[in-house]
């Protein structure tokens, strides 16, 4: 069955550190990835996708490439701030017209000024 | 911009009772979506309509949950005799499928959710 593994948190950084999310998945055939923010007390916000090997998504500075060669789907964002301080999902779909999400367990983000 | 919308936002019930939650979707979405997040854990899926048709069941949906959708709009899920283990945040989601070229996007635009806890 398909399934994706994160790393767990909280992840906690400086402002204006690296950020590195991993995220590795199992899946038959050719699925759509992605990443859903989730701030607190808010619902999940779809933060960036990719549908195919190679591709990247991008949004707010954040970015993840679509790795079929190792499974992976990592989000990275080059300078956090204490806003994007929330709980990351990263979740997959199969494609031809199966839609349900698959999500990982979230790993918390937590910046300091 | 309407988004997703969820009734209510928190239900406390006692154990054994029945209790209903509403969505009502983005109004163009044909695709409504259940999903059940527990504390520390992502969401997992339950059920999903398309219009008014119930496509797919998740096994985690035991006999004591229905959904529907009666008219391709809102949908409501039901927990019939509620146990503790059905505390969690239940969360509606809807999509309108967008096809580019070859593919096909399902991007799913999520409620704020409904908080049951059972006592």
């Known amino acids: 069955g398909n399934s994706v593994t994160q790393m767990e948190g909280p992840v906690t950084l400086s402002e204006e550190a690296f950020l590195t999310i991993n995220c590795t998945y199992t899946a038959t055939g050719y699925p759509s990835l992605f990443w859903y923010v989730q701030y607190p007390g808010e619902g999940l916000q779809l933060l960036l996708k990719?549908?195919?090997?190679?591709d990247k998504g991008s949004n707010k500075g954040f970015e993840a490439t679509y790795r079929k060669e190792t499974t992976s789907f990592h989000l990275e964002k080059g300078s956090v701030q204490v806003s994007d301080s929330a709980v990351y999902f990263c979740a997959l779909t199969r494609n031809s017209g199966y839609s349900t999400l698959t999500f990982g367990k979230g790993t918390m983000l937590l910046v300091s000024p | 911009d309407t988004g997703v919308s969820q009734d209510p936002r928190h239900k406390i019930t006692k154990r054994g009772q029945n209790v209903t939650f509403r969505c009502d979707p983005i109004s163009e979405h044909n695709r409504l979506y259940w999903y059940r997040q527990t504390l520390g854990q992502g969401p997992e899926f339950l059920t999903y309509?398309?219009?008014?048709?119930?496509?797919?069941k998740s096994r985690l949906l035991s006999d004591r949950f229905s959904a529907e959708r009666p008219k391709g709009s809102f949908s409501t899920l039901e927990i019939q005799r509620t146990e503790q283990g059905d505390s969690a945040m239940y969360l509606c989601?809807?999509?309108?499928?967008?096809?580019?070229?070859?593919?096909?996007?399902?991007?799913?635009?999520f409620g704020p959710g409904t908080r049951l806890t059972v006592t």
């Open positions: 309509f398309q219009n008014e048709a119930q496509l797919e």
């Open positions: 990719a549908t195919k090997a190679d």
């Open positions: 989601a809807s999509s309108l499928p967008l096809t580019s070229g070859r593919s096909t996007s399902y991007e799913q635009y």
